[in-house]
């Protein structure tokens, strides 16, 4: 009744069957329980997908076809209720076809039962290569610009700026930590699964980020003004999300990016239930390079007191003022901070290394190489620690004893 009139009788993948290749992310385990599966999320994620509804006993059961060639030799049961007693068998059975089905979509829905997911859909309208199909170029291209657009959203879930940095870059990425993408379609298209439970103030950041790129888009080429930039920040617009458009459409004829709520979990508020598609085409580029520009100069600098751990001095002879290179403990969402100090601000940084004490130092965080550079040093001191914190970073210092340079010439890069 489910079952494709060409899948064979035994237990084996038919030809045509497919795995999907998670290239960026883990494979989501073992398939979903028919018993958590809500026939209503089923259906809905079968017409996402284009499947088409094709009779059924109305009230009890509706049959479903995918769409494409594959339309006659398959189809699915889904029950409209779980009110009877058959309707958990019937969804098995519908799982159980799914995993078996060639259909290209049929992964995907699997996918997004597991995890309830909200799906984000990118596709470039690129030409065709001398075997019919886009080239590995930009397929390497659309996966690189998606990254890029997942984590510029993801930043703005954490705060607004104009441009980010390094600043809670790492956080950032640990988010997206359950993202799932599928491979490159064709070299076209690309599809991303945010997990709804960590993942949706992601989701629900892009979708107003790039609608409100495409209206400022939109004003500076009527207008030739960049006001609508300025603004479009508080929507979670920055550098990186202008960059990482500006990556996506490079090379194409256009692009277009689809967001689609999982069904599992509904519509975020404040947000429509079908978003409509946002395009970006080649005419675009001047606009999102000259914004992007824009962010990177007007970012002020940010007032900060950290705390880290001295991992390099570098200054040009015995004496003078010299680089040093902390690992940030606390007080700025960086990695690392490079800072300039003058000779005795030099030498208690030197003391603070050697007998594995951090540093606290107070400066402004520069825009200026990505939030990694410290301006106007003042307040240089070592902090007290208790004996196992003192252990571990004279361990660290230990394990990177070849970054002590104090007599290296030349600059840190």
């Known amino acids: 009744m489910h079952r494709s009139t060409e899948e064979p009788t035994g237990g084996t993948v038919p030809a045509g069957g497919r795995t999907h290749p998670y290239a960026d992310g883990p494979d989501p385990g073992p398939g979903p329980d028919p018993a958590g599966v809500d026939p209503a999320v089923l259906g809905a994620l079968l017409r996402r997908h ?19 060639p594959l339309a006659s030799a398959t189809s699915l049961l889904v029950p409209d209720t779980t009110a009877f007693p058959d309707s958990e068998d019937l969804v098995a059975e519908a799982l159980a076809a799914l995993t078996r089905s060639a259909v290209p979509s049929a992964r995907d829905i699997l ?93 629900v950041q892009l979708y107003a980020a790039l609608h409100a790129a495409r209206e400022a888009v939109d004003y500076q080429r009527a207008t030739g003004g960049m006001e609508a930039f300025d603004a479009a920040v508080a929507a979670g617009v920055s550098r990186e999300l202008t960059e990482a458009v500006v990556a996506l459409v490079r090379g194409s004829e256009g692009t277009r990016i689809t967001l689609a709520w999982a069904p599992a979990a509904g519509t975020p508020e404040g947000c429509p239930a079908s978003p409509e598609p946002v395009e970006f085409s080649p005419g675009d580029l001047p606009a999102l390079r000259l914004a992007g520009a824009r962010y990177l100069r007007d970012e002020p600098a ?78 240089v001191a070592p902090v007290q620690v208790d004996e196992a914190e003192r252990d571990r970073l004279m361990k660290s210092l230990q394990e990177n004893v070849d970054f002590f340079e104090e007599a290296c010439t030349g600059e840190e890069g």
Request: charged share 25%; hydrophobic share 40%.
């Open 50 to 68: 284009g499947w088409h509804r094709r009779g059924g006993a109305r009230g009890r059961y509706s049959r479903w076809v995918p769409p494409g």
């Open 111 to 203: 996918v997004a039962l597991t995890v309830p997911s909200d799906e984000i859909r990118w596709w470039r309208d690129v030409p065709e290569g001398a075997s019919g199909a886009a080239d590995w170029t930009g397929a390497d291209q659309l996966r690189t610009a998606a990254r890029q657009i997942l984590l510029a959203g993801s930043l703005a879930a954490r705060g607004r700026a104009g441009h980010h940095g390094a600043r809670h870059r790492r956080k950032a990425r640990n988010a997206l930590d359950g993202t799932l993408v599928g491979p490159v379609d064709d070299g076209r298209g690309l599809t991303a699964f945010v997990p709804v439970t960590a993942g949706r103030a992601v989701a």
């Open 302 to 379: 940010v007032a900060v007191r950290i705390t880290g751990a001295v991992v390099r001095l570098r200054r040009s002879g015995p004496r003078g003022p010299g680089v040093v290179r902390l690992r940030v403990l606390a007080g700025a969402e960086v990695g690392h901070v490079r800072i300039e100090l003058d000779e005795e601000a030099y030498r208690i940084a030197g003391h603070a290394h050697l007998v594995g004490l951090p540093l606290r130092v107070e400066g402004r965080l520069e825009n200026r190489g990505g939030f990694r550079r410290l301006s106007g040093a003042s307040q």
